[in-house]
C-alpha cells in the first residue's frame, strides 16, 4: 500500500531533524579537537567554524601570541582543509582585502 502525503511528509522531516543533530555532533568534535590545541578563543573558534561553514572569509587581526596562525593551521587540520596564511602591513592590507572603504573603517578604528 503506498505512503500517504502525510507520512511521507513525517518521513522528510525526521531525515532533516537526523542531518541536523549529526552536523551539530560533528561541529561539538571539531570545537572540541580545536581545543586541545587552542586555549582560551572560545569565541574566535566559534566564530571562526560559522565562517568556514557559511563560505565565508575571514580576516584575522590581532596582536602577536594570539595564535592566529596556529588557529588557522588547526582548523585545515580538524576540517582537512588546505589552510593558506598571508601576511602582509595592516595600514595597506585592509584597503586591498576590503576596498577603500575597508581601509578608511581601519583606519577610524586604528589612528597611526
Same mark, same amino acid.
Given at each position: ?8 511528509? !513525517?518521513?522528510?522531516?525526521?531525515? &532533516?531533524?537526523?542531518? %541536523?543533530?549529526?552536523? @551539530? !555532533? ?5 570545537? +572540541? %579537537? &580545536? ?5 582560551? $578563543?572560545?569565541?574566535?573558534?566559534? $566564530?571562526?567554524? &560559522? ?6 572569509? @575571514? ?7 594570539? +595564535? ?18 598571508? $601576511?602582509? !602591513?595592516?595600514?595597506? %592590507?585592509?584597503? @586591498?582585502?576590503?576596498?577603500? +572603504?575597508?581601509? %578608511? ?6 589612528? +597611526?
Amino acid at each position: 500500500m503506498p505512503a500517504s502525503g502525510g507520512e511521507g511528509l !513525517e518521513k522528510l522531516e525526521d531525515m &532533516i531533524v537526523r542531518s %541536523a543533530e549529526t552536523t @551539530a !555532533e560533528h561541529v561539538r568534535a571539531a570545537k +572540541a %579537537a &580545536i581545543g586541545t590545541v587552542i586555549f582560551g $578563543q572560545d569565541k574566535v573558534v566559534e $566564530q571562526a567554524l &560559522i565562517t568556514i561553514l557559511s563560505g565565508g572569509h @575571514a580576516l584575522l587581526l590581532g596582536v602577536p601570541g594570539l +595564535a592566529k596562525t596556529k588557529l588557522v593551521d588547526t582548523l585545515g587540520t580538524v576540517l582537512g582543509l588546505d589552510a593558506r596564511r598571508v $601576511q602582509f !602591513e595592516p595600514a595597506y %592590507a585592509v584597503g @586591498a582585502v576590503a576596498g577603500d +572603504a575597508g581601509a %578608511a573603517c581601519y583606519r577610524r578604528r586604528h589612528p +597611526a
